[in-house]
């Protein structure tokens, strides 16, 4: 969400420039209103002007002639580079119509660098801590969206989005070094054949139009030095810094705090540990949400648009939250403070759940906080009746009307099995294309996979597992939780559910 000025043969007006998943829109600064929206097909140009450093127009197909948007903002490659990536991933899901993609991953071990502040144990007076760099075992997946990470780093960085990559880096002197970059931070990895990951990442996103750089020009010190850990912040960018706390992501006990620092910059949000070691670094334009919790006084949740999340501890929670509100405002990113976060569609957690094999053991509590997440989705899984509380049968799941509409004389609605169902739905459904009767069902089709999803996943026993069909169920669930106009109804069941304690141990 930029606040932007929208120039017209009449005049200027302030406009807020929002980009969501399928479509982007302009929404009144005060009413909140929607003003105009377009699919992210229509955009046919973008021209930007070389006279004033600030205006950009997008040109768009209309339904009698072409449409064009003119548009300034201060930080106009800011805005650019949201609307691209957002069209980027527009398209991801537009040509994801495989039933199986969501298994589609390779898989590729190596390790992550991690540092840490260990004293000298000289006895000298002048012995100065040094910085000490150890090897942490992890497991690169390239999927068709995302770079996966498991282990290592995972509780900060989960993964990479395709559409969010900046360049893939190898190093010329040292066959093991690979670097992920993005949002302008590194992140260095040792794999044993750093140009098959390449090559993987780079077919990956050229499957979904998305052209990954992979550059072979630097050495391995050169590709150290821009590690996401010695992130440089100029003294004169920093506009305050607060003590905090924030959990432990890897310690395997619960409620482990560790103690650092929350540094704001007029660019970054940075994380540092308790020996000044930044841990976790972001950019502002990319901060989407801060929840506040009402019935806590120093927790404090910040979200990115990338679906990263840091929590944080501290009692000077309202002071920290208005400067980064301030900090935001004033590049004219426009940031949603909350009293609880705001319910969405998660790709990883649906990773995640493909991740487990039937060899593996899951913890009993994660599995019965992840059924618990998967049924209160909806309110409710398949052991309930679907019925009000005047007894009647409520309207048939959409899954259902499809049968009915095209075999309404030949065959029943139970003859047909979930798993046909589903395959039809997620090869020939457009959720974008739903009429308002089918859009409010949606909630009903997600039950029909609720119910046998935690058992097909998460209870499943047997090694002999079709992966096939779970992925199929995850790809038409993903399909209906992430689109923000037909899901709107299990949205809804979500936000008044009590789910803030289970995202949290979930996620």
Not at 346 to 368: E, G, K, N, Q
Not at 463 to 485: E, G, H, I
């Amino acid at each position: 969400r930029f606040l932007v000025v929208k120039v017209k043969w009449s005049g200027k007006i302030e406009r807020i420039l929002g980009f969501r998943p399928y479509m982007f829109a302009t929404v009144h600064p005060k009413s909140g209103a929607i003003t105009n929206e377009w699919s992210y097909d229509a955009i046919t140009s973008v021209d930007i002007s070389f006279e004033d450093k600030s205006e950009f127009t997008i040109n768009m197909f209309g339904l009698k002639k072409k449409v064009s948007l003119k548009l300034r903002h201060r930080y106009r490659s800011e805005v650019l580079q949201a609307l691209f990536r957002a069209r980027a991933a527009f398209a991801i899901e537009r040509r994801l119509k495989n039933a199986h993609i969501l298994a589609k991953l390779t898989s590729f071990d190596g390790h992550v660098e991690t540092f840490e502040l260990h004293p000298d144990h000289d006895h000298t007076a002048d012995d100065q801590p040094t910085v000490h760099c150890s090897l942490v075992d992890c497991v690169l997946q390239v999927g068709v969206d995302a770079v996966y990470q498991l282990g290592g780093t995972s509780g900060r960085f989960p993964y990479f989005d395709l559409t969010k990559l900046q360049s893939v880096n190898v190093a010329t002197d040292d066959p093991t070094m690979l670097v992920l970059r993005s949002a302008g931070l590194s992140h260095l990895f040792h794999v044993a054949s750093p140009n098959d990951v390449a090559r993987a990442i780079m077919e990956a996103g050229l499957a979904v139009d998305v052209i990954v750089p992979v550059v072979r020009d630097k050495s391995a010190a050169a590709l150290q030095s821009q590690h996401v850990h010695f992130t440089s912040l100029d003294a004169d960018s920093v506009l305050v810094s607060y003590d905090v706390q924030f959990p432990d992501e890897s310690s395997e006990e619960d409620q482990v705090v560790d103690m650092g620092s929350l540094v704001l910059t007029d660019t970054y949000l940075v994380e540092r540990d308790h020996f000044r070691l930044t841990m976790f670094v972001q950019p502002l334009t990319s901060l989407y949400e801060i929840v506040r919790l009402e019935d806590t006084t120093d927790e404090f949740t910040v979200e990115f648009g990338n679906e990263l999340r840091r929590t944080y501890y501290s009692l000077h929670r309202d002071a920290i939250i208005a400067h980064i509100l301030d900090a935001c405002a004033s590049r004219g990113t426009l940031v949603r403070l909350h009293k609880m976060r705001t319910p969405a569609g998660r790709r990883v957690f649906l990773r995640c759940m493909l991740m487990t094999t039937a060899s593996s053991t899951i913890p009993a509590d994660m599995v019965w906080f992840q059924a618990t997440w998967l049924h209160r989705l909806v309110g409710g899984g398949g052991d309930k009746h679907d019925t009000d509380s005047h007894g009647t049968t409520k309207t048939p799941s959409i899954l259902s009307q499809l049968r009915q509409k095209k075999k309404p004389q030949q065959q029943s609605v139970d003859a047909m099995s979930h798993v046909e169902m589903v395959l039809d739905f997620n090869a020939n459904v457009p959720l974008g294309g739903l009429s308002t009767k089918l859009k409010d069902n949606v909630a009903q089709a997600t039950s029909l996979l609720l119910g046998e999803v935690p058992h097909m996943v998460l209870l499943r026993q047997s090694p002999k597992s079709n992966m096939d069909t779970v992925a199929s169920y995850l790809q038409c669930l993903y399909r209906l939780v992430a689109n923000p106009f037909s899901a709107k109804q299990a949205l809804e069941h979500l936000a008044v559910g009590h789910t803030p304690c289970v995202f949290d141990i979930i996620f």
